[in-house]
């Protein structure tokens, strides 16, 4: 037994040689208990002779020392490190035996050993790069799940750490069996950790977090891993990364990608997850985007966070500047579809998501808000639609079943407000032609009375009111898409399609509705920011100092106004015409004839203009309209204020000379006919204004007399100005059908050519047309009795006679037939004249055309 003890050791000190075949008998016998002691670690006789050992189990065990507290053996970690260099072969079974120490210590609790076996896995693990790593790895990653499975808070951040050095490596070679599912819940649940001291807690939950960036770095390039990108995975990691950065809500990311923080920062866990929830998003790929977003829609749904806004808008804003720019309409896409989800939740979470929205697109105009930029709108006008349904109704059920949840208005009208400011925030980040696609798109929407169908259900004032409140609440929306509008051809920025129903709505007895009509007007036209300087109508004795940028006409605004002049004039004297109207509409008014002046004008526009406010004066002087004493003074200074601005723009002395004596005159004898003594809070008017003559009213005959000696056409100065009355008057609702204008209709008897008779002409007057609707109703009764009979008589007839009657029906029509042919069908005219039938009866004679004779000058 001795002898064979001895060969025992001599051929394990020399554990490189191989066996031979023909090698003696004890030789044999020797390498066999080499191999059986191989892996039968620790036991038998191994474990009481250590020379009988293998060489990397002695490497291993002599980096331990006999106390914890002094650490690793140095010296004899870079003794296994060479020989783990030299024979890779042995990675998988030093991994093995490492493993089985430290799974021994944890048991023992020998935590100091438990340290240095995973310092010398970490130091292995960096060193050796080889493509027999996979095998050492699957040891390592044993042990650091049998730390994360301890109780212990230190094992668990230990095994953290070393996975976190791990995962930082870059393996030459895939691993097709490696499965990373338990680290993903071990440290999704480190991550929520509940410990009692709350710096062991702060330290558990960072190192879940650090834990959870290490997956995701190890991962998210392997193709051949789990994809970590999928359902199962996200709904754990980035419910854990919102956990934290929600303990951390009030210390407010300070810039949208914070590359370096401070080492008191990075003790943060609320910075720490959002340095790793950043890195998270700024690797999700196109068809990745969905899985990552969607797990923080369910977490703000789940936890109530949309009501709050604060945190969901941090959310938010963390994705939009994280991931790649041209990602950002999927996010968009993705809030878009998760609020029509929530279109019956309560207005307060509707409104959170709207407040993302409208920072999402506020961060995305740097990208691309997507292809389907109609799609955007559409969902936010159905939004805003629903909205005013749903406070007219006073419920979130339309059918009114006991139950429903009650809402409250100002809760919808701050939800209504959101949806209009995200319409305008969606808008900036459009081109110029997108945008006016979006401004034609929303006209669409706009109900306008007696062409589109009420878009409540209500019936009565409930459906009208309806009515009125989209009407606002989708001018309002187009009053922010116009905001910041800027076009260089006025023919596009306001086509026919766009610029006739915005007109038609400024004839609306709602005053709301036609501000909101001005104002959209305003934001289009003003291309060089002048609105600001007329944001107050008054008296300027030198237009120098408002600084106005002016351009000269270009050929398509002249286009522009060639086609649509007249309808601007005339629905801005209609405007001075409305009994509502306040200060602000006509100190609007005033500031969209100066940006006409200002951006729109060449010579024949100037003179347009000037009648125009003549107009405006002659209105307020005659009154047909019966307006009030404010309204006749409000016009009467809208026309002073405006031509004293137009006078200073012509140049011309003369005509300025003139609106300042009569703005002086007025200013001494009649103040309040000038905005200082009208657009005030309390104006000074007086009871009754009488009709005004002499100095203090403009004249047509001066102006007209000055501007000609300047080369300004004066036939066209002469002619005062009148607005006419078109279709689009039945929208106010105001006009008598008296105005109709009697016709002539005169009906030509078409019996024969030859014969020249005519009726006597039919007059169609208001009696007569009065008759034609009372009688129109008699008629229809008639023509349903008819119609009753008919249908009677064909079920309960017999054959017989329904076929009787049917033959002289179709008699009767064949001879009406016959007639019409010989009426209509002629033979051709003969050169011959005509035969004679006898009793004075002539019949045209039918001549072949081979026979007619024709003039010389037909014949070639």
Partial sequence: MTVAVCVCVCVCERDSIMPVPDAPTSQRLALDCRILLDHRIGRGVCGCCGALRPRYKRLVDNIFPE???????????????????????????????????LSRDVARHRYGYVCIAMEALDQLLMACHCQSINLFVESFLKMVRKLLEADKPNLQILGTNSFVKFANIEEDTPSYHRSYDFFVSRFSEMCHSSYEEPDIR???????????????????????????????????????????????????????SPLQASEKDKESPAELTERCFRELLGRAAYGNIKNAV?????????????????????CFKIIMYSIQSQHSHLVIQQLLGHLD??????????????????????????????????????????????????????????SGNIGTKIIKTHEERQLQEAVIRTIGSFANT????????????????????????????????????????????????????????????????????????????????DPEVRLLVLTILLRVIDRHDNTPKFSSISIISDISV?????????????????????????????????????????????????????????EEVVVDLIRLALALQDMAQTNEESLSVYNRCAVHALSAAYLNLICQLTTVPTFCQHVHEVIEMRQKEVPFLLPEGVFVANPKLPTSLEKLEGDVLFQQSKIT???????????????????????????????????????QVEVESRNSPEKEERTPAEEITFETLKNAIVDSVGMEEQERERRRQVVEKFQK?????????????????????????????????????????????????????????????CVY
Avoid at 67 to 94: C, H, Q, W
Avoid at 222 to 249: A, C, R, T, Y
Avoid at 451 to 462: D, M, W
Avoid at 567 to 588: N, W
């Fill in 67 to 101: 106390d914890p507290e002094d650490g690793l053996v140095k010296a004899n970690m870079e003794k296994l490190t060479f020989y783990a260099l030299s024979a890779p072969e042995k990675l998988d079974r030093i991994g093995a035996y490492l493993s089985e120490r």
């Fill in 202 to 256: 702060t330290k558990i939950r960072m190192a879940g977090i650090n834990g959870l960036q290490g997956v995701v770095r190890k991962t998210v390039n392997d193709d051949l891993q789990s994809n970590i990108w999928d359902p199962q995975h996200m709904d754990k990691i980035v419910p854990s990364l919102l956990f934290n950065l929600q303990s951390g809500e009030g210390t407010e990311s300070r810039s949208p």
């Fill in 294 to 314: 969607t797990p923080v829609l369910m977490h703000l749904d789940n936890h109530s966070l949309w009501e709050g806004k604060t945190f969901a808008v941090r």
């Fill in 341 to 398: 989800a929530n279109s019956k939740n309560s207005a307060t979470v509707r409104a959170g998501i709207v407040e993302v929205l409208l920072e999402a697109a506020a961060i995305a105009s740097s990208g691309s808000v997507g292809p389907t930029v109609l799609e955007v709108f559409n969902t936010l006008l159905r939004q805003l639609r629903l909205s005013v349904d749903y406070e007219l109704t006073g419920s979130y059920d339309t």
């Fill in 430 to 509: 459009l081109p110029t032609y997108q945008r006016s696609e979006v401004m034609l798109f929303i006209m669409g929407k706009i109900p306008v009375p007696g062409v589109h169908p009420a878009l409540t259900t209500n019936a009565g004032s409930g459906g009208k009111e309806g009515n009125r409140m989209i009407q606002i609440m989708l001018l309002k929306s187009l009053v922010q898409v116009t905001t910041g509008f800027q076009t260089t051809n006025m023919l596009t920025a306001l086509p026919n399609s766009f610029l006739e129903p915005l007109l038609s709505f400024s004839l609306m007895e």
């Fill in 546 to 602: 408002l600084k106005l940028k002016v351009d000269k006409c270009s050929r398509q605004d002249n286009l522009f106004m060639k086609k649509h002049a007249q309808q601007l004039y005339r629905h801005i004297y209609l405007a001075c015409k409305e009994q509502s109207s306040g200060p602000q509409h006509f100190e609007t008014l005033y500031t969209l004839l100066a940006l006409i002046s200002m951006e729109l004008a060449n």
């Fill in 705 to 743: 007399e000055v501007l000609g000696g300047s080369g300004y056409n004066t036939d066209r100065l002469a002619t005062p100005y009148l607005p006419q009355f078109t279709d689009e008057d039945r929208l106010s609702k105001r006009k008598s059908i008296g105005e109709t204008i009697s016709l």
């Fill in 797 to 857: 007839a017999p054959f017989e006679e329904i076929a009787a009657h049917c033959g002289a029906r179709a008699t009767l029509l064949q001879s009406k037939l016959n007639q019409i042919f010989e009426i209509t069908i002629r033979p051709p005219p003969s050169p011959s004249g005509t035969i004679s039938l006898g009793y004075g009866q002539t019949q045209s004679r039918s001549v072949p055309v081979y026979e007619m004779k024709f003039p010389d000058l």
